[in-house]
């Protein structure tokens, strides 16, 4: 396995602990997504893919409805994606995307956070060029051969397929998102939740204490309202 199943494996257990919080970043995905490309899900392949991701969050259908009226009644130009990047203690890279109103708020809260936790927010591309965009899709296992749909997709940017608990897992380059979304479309594939990572090209091993030290800016982090998902290069499978 590489490194994308490696890193699926240490976040698995680190998933948004309170739905509410879950469904209010999905949520802000759907105003992004619609300010984007529309309130149409059938010209706008972002927004279905985050329908996708609410179904398998168990999001209401009258949330999703209500998120989706919501983007269209509302003036949501002010709305946009900034990424921050910064390095928390012990030299771990840290790297937070956030969907935000308030630009000026947003970098404050999380500059905060970084120098309450003996870190530092950094410049822009401080820290990004040590992670690779990926976008992963997660497909209903109907008994494909993944080695098979691995030779398939091939052609379409996949680096990596493999199945687990959930279906069968495809990552890919962040540009390949398109294309493989539409491969999996136009072969009547079940699109059971897709979405986008950053992968750390190299991780950091730390001791206990220093893991706790990561996870404490990590939780402050996360916790703010703008938050939509944080990535870092700490070790989550080695302890030293």
Known sequence: MGRAFEFRKARKMKRWGKMAKTFSRIGKDIVMAIKDGGPDPVSNSRLRAVIQNAKAANMPKENVERAIKKAKDKDTSNYKEVVLEGRGPHGIAILVETATDNNNRTVANIRSYFNKCDGALGTAGSVEFMFDHTCNFRIANDGTDPEELELELIDFGAEEVFVDDDGIIVYAPFESFGAIQKYFEDNNK???????????????????????????????????????????????????
Request: without cysteine; hydrophobic residues 30%; negative net charge.
């Open 190 to 240: 079940e699109i059971l939740s897709s979405g986008f990572e950053r992968i750390p090209q190299n991780t950091m091993p730390l001791n206990e204490e220093q893991r706790a030290d990561i996870d404490k800016l990590l939780e402050k982090i996360e916790e703010d309202e703008d938050t939509q998902n944080v990535y870092h290069n700490m070790d989550e499978t080695e302890v030293v």
